[in-house]
């Protein structure tokens, strides 16, 4: 008979025979959850690499492939916007002061092109292998090397507040309810995934937005890793350019609480 602590003793007492039980349980459902585990893995993987197999489509594949179909749903709900005001011109019953002060709402959306002079400032990643270029500062963390959400925020609202009519960043047009959001080193705009180097456009005064551009203090200090690790910075005048109009939903999503 064996004489493990897991079986009762002769003249034990039933406080000292339960203080064990517990154990012996735990032990039993510690292995009971790896052959589980073990199971999943097995019928997860089929044999194959479940890290290097190139027949898994990655999340960053996904996120791609998501990016480029919104583009054209993009452009295909653009067009037939297009042919929904080309009809609704055609005979609306509107007067010509109705039509203007619709024209003017449509401009001020967002939703129509806009001609005029142009700036365009242009964000980049740092080499990766940069060091600090001026004595007395610290040598890069990754973290320095990077374009973050909070540089593209600052030269976005700079370009407002300097006077922009309409801005682009990459290919679309922004409208009120934009939002620049950055996830890693990747731009999340409208539905669409951009990487660095980031091109901001704004029509309006040149003279006005580069000195809007100066005076902000998110860009003054976003300056001070341009002169000491090198991330990117160019400001370009355009001259005259036509920004698109907004192509997207107008639609607003927002949550709701759970019933």
Not at 178 to 207: F, M
Request: glycine fraction near 8%; aromatic fraction near 6%; include cysteine.
């Amino acid at each position: 008979m064996s004489n493990s602590a897991d079986s009762p003793q002769p003249g034990s007492s039933p406080a000292s025979i339960q203080r064990f039980r517990p154990v012996r349980v735990l032990t039993v459902a510690v292995f009971a959850l790896a052959g589980l585990i073990f199971f999943t893995s097995f019928n997860t993987a089929k044999g194959t690499n479940i890290r290097t197999d190139a027949s898994l489509l990655k999340l960053s594949d996904l996120i791609q492939e998501r990016s480029h179909k919104n583009g054209r749903l993009d452009e295909s709900n653009g067009s037939l916007r297009d042919d929904v005001e080309a009809l609704a011109e055609r005979d609306n019953g509107s007067t010509k002061a109705e039509e203007a002060k619709l024209a003017a709402l449509e401009k001020n959306a967002g939703t129509q092109r806009l001609k005029g002079k142009a700036v365009t400032v242009t964000l980049n990643d740092a080499p990766p292998n940069a060091t600090a270029k001026l004595p007395g500062y610290p040598e890069p963390q990754p973290d320095y090397l990077v374009i973050h959400q909070q540089d593209l925020q600052a030269v976005v609202n700079a370009l407002w507040q300097g006077g922009a009519k309409g801005i682009k960043v990459m290919d679309q047009r922004l409208i009120s309810t934009s939002a620049v959001r950055c996830v890693g080193n990747t731009l999340i705009l409208q539905g669409r995934v951009y990487s660095p180097p980031y091109k901001i456009q704004a029509v309006g005064d040149p003279e006005k937005l580069q000195k809007a551009l100066s005076a902000s203090a998110a860009i003054q200090n976003y300056m001070v890793y341009v002169n000491v690790y090198g991330l990117g910075w160019k400001v370009e005048e355009d001259g005259a350019v036509t920004l698109p109009g907004y192509s997207g939903t107008v639609d607003l999503h927002y949550a709701k609480p759970v019933e």
